[in-house]
């Protein structure tokens, strides 16, 4: 599955489903197949996706690149050859990020499934 977050204040950011839920969950948001940050919630989502990516880049403090994962399973695998390339969080949340500041800054809501 795939999700479009969408808003009239930037492009499109289009997330593998799993990945997406896992962002809304941390926007504070339920994982649902339609969803929407009202304006009045975006400075709350910017400030929890920004908490999950600061967690982040400090677990990864130290760490090379070449020690992190090659790979990860793809949403529903069940063995290696259903993986995918590895990504971090702070790599997958940034444009989710910047499309809810863009977002904010013109005072759009952020929508998806719609």
């Known amino acids: 599955m795939i999700v479009t977050f969408q808003s009239p204040a930037s492009g499109d950011v289009i997330m593998f489903g799993d990945v997406a839920q896992r962002m809304m969950k941390l926007m504070g948001k339920d994982a649902t197949e339609k969803g929407i940050v009202t304006v009045e919630q975006l400075p709350d989502a910017i400030a929890r996706l920004k908490a999950a990516i600061d967690d982040d880049k400090r677990q990864r403090a130290g760490v ?14 069940g063995g290696a050859a259903n993986s995918r390339p590895f990504v971090t969080l702070t790599q997958r949340a940034v444009p989710l990020l910047e499309l809810l500041e863009w977002s904010l800054k013109k005072q759009k809501p952020v929508v998806w499934g719609v």
């Open 64 to 77: 090379q690149d070449e020690d992190l994962p090659q790979t990860e399973p793809a949403a529903g695998s």
